[in-house]
């Protein structure tokens, strides 16, 4: 099936998150991962304790070298952390790659609270990533940053409504927003697509109760965006990828002594253990 996304995101040593949570997803769903790993972390299920930034330029020259030889048809942003490294990001996309489809993940906190980009770099992310996005996947902490505070998502209405606001942050994009619900308290999940073309989706699954969380968020968008790099409509990539990451929460290994990891190989499973079998 394949599909090649170039994921720019943090390594996290643990395996849950960032750009190993991606590169398992996408592998995971027939899809080719590259990488340009923009800071490393030394991280495990009960927190982020260290943040090395990689130098900008390093960062493009991962990403210049993977789109001059293998080329892609999706680029995937996760853990950038600085307005250096968004913008550098940004001008690499300018020069090799203006026309394809990004999504971008907002990655603010880790799961155990660590800060995971400045305040310098929002108004960055902005100019230089939202402005051309096919897709942001903001949670609910940070659509509310994103839209400057003082803003209540309690209710589904008043998501809906954040939805559409976050679609004006530029002129130009995003394009679409799945605003993300799982922050908000409830026996159900829903998760709202908004796009410039006026609609409104509402997806919804039952929530699973379960510390095992580690990475959920660069998993859905990785997963759709492997979605869309195999030629999947936003919304079709959408449906597979909460499939994916719901199920992949239910087989959830209960690894660590935190917020664990998902079951990133749930779809190859199967598969593996046939091969195992004598006949």
């Known amino acids: 099936m394949h599909g ?14 960032g750009a190993q949570a991606d590169i398992k997803t996408i592998t995971a769903l027939g899809g080719y991962a590259m990488t340009a790993i923009t800071a490393l972390t030394a991280q495990n299920t009960l927190g982020v304790f260290d943040i090395h930034e990689v130098p900008p330029a390093f ?3 991962q ?11 999706v680029i995937k942003t996760g853990m950038l952390a600085t307005a250096a490294v968004i913008e550098t990001i940004g001008a690499v996309l300018d020069a090799r790659a203006p026309a394809l489809p990004l999504v971008v993940d907002p990655v603010m906190v880790a799961k155990g609270g660590a800060a995971l980009l400045t305040p310098q770099a929002l108004k960055a992310l902005g100019a230089s990533l ?21 803003v209540s998502l309690d209710t589904l209405k008043a998501t809906e409504t954040a939805a559409r606001r976050l679609l004006e942050l530029t002129p130009e994009g995003p394009r679409a927003v799945l605003l993300k619900g799982g922050h908000r308290r409830g026996e159900t999940v829903m998760d709202i697509l908004a796009t410039r073309s006026g609609t409104v989706t509402v997806f919804s699954h039952p929530r699973i109760e379960s510390p095992h969380t ?22 079709t990539a959408i449906v597979r990828a909460r499939v994916y990451v719901h199920t992949a929460i239910a087989t959830a290994p209960a690894f660590g002594h935190g917020h664990g990891p998902l079951n990133h190989a749930h779809t190859v499973r199967e598969d593996v253990s046939r091969m195992a079998r004598p006949e």
């Open 214 to 235: 580690h990475g959920t968020g660069c998993t859905l968008a990785a997963a759709i965006a492997c979605g869309l790099a195999q030629g999947m409509t936003l919304e």
């Open 130 to 150: 939202l402005s051309r996005a096919t897709l942001i996947t903001p949670n609910l902490p940070e659509a509310e940053t994103l839209l400057g505070g003082n």
């Open 59 to 61: 960062i493009a020259r």
């Open 63 to 73: 990403m210049s070298l993977c789109l001059e030889d293998i080329g892609a048809d």
């Open 4 to 17: 090649r996304v170039l994921v720019c995101a943090g390594s996290d040593c643990s395996g849950g998150a």
